[in-house]
């Protein structure tokens, strides 16, 4: 089947470059031998794995204390104001982004099972597997406040 030679349109007289399917302008068939039916209209598809992947934001962090180094466990909600420390009764400023304080992780809930997932802060913005139901999914800061 010989491509469009390029000229005017048989429908509307409009001159149509060559290689061309359809006229611009009228949106009749160029070449005769083509029939409607000859032609499949562009349908995306989408990937599996970008559907598969869900974004899960942190519900909070796991630091040092500044005085006694122990581990705490603070919400995400309490990013830019003083929390004590359970151990040794310290305050210090939350912030999250302080790089003073020792960084020891965070946690988020799996958007497939709802469980606690406990995750290193080198994991975020990586595709991860839930380790308890093998949903997939992306893990990042909170957009606003937790």
Not at 59 to 86: I, S, T
Not at 111 to 134: I, Q, Y
Request: glycine share 8%; hydrophobic share 35%.
């Amino acid at each position: 089947m010989p491509a469009w030679p390029g000229g005017p349109c048989p429908d509307c007289g409009d001159d149509m470059p060559a290689n061309l399917v359809r006229c611009a302008t009228c949106r009749a068939l160029l070449n005769p031998e083509l029939k409607p039916s000859d032609i499949m209209p562009y349908q995306p598809v989408r990937l599996q794995e970008v559907d598969s992947f869900v974004e899960a934001d942190l519900v909070g962090y796991f630091v040092g204390c500044p005085r006694c180094r122990r581990k705490l466990r603070v919400h995400g909600k309490y990013d830019g104001q003083k929390v004590a420390c359970r151990f040794c009764d310290a305050t210090f400023l939350f912030d999250l982004s302080r790089d003073d304080l020792t960084w020891r992780g965070a946690w988020c809930s799996c958007p497939h099972c709802d469980r606690e997932l406990r995750t290193d802060l080198t994991a975020l913005g990586h595709r991860v597997v839930c380790r308890f139901c093998e949903g997939q999914l992306v893990l990042q800061r909170a957009a606003g406040p937790v």
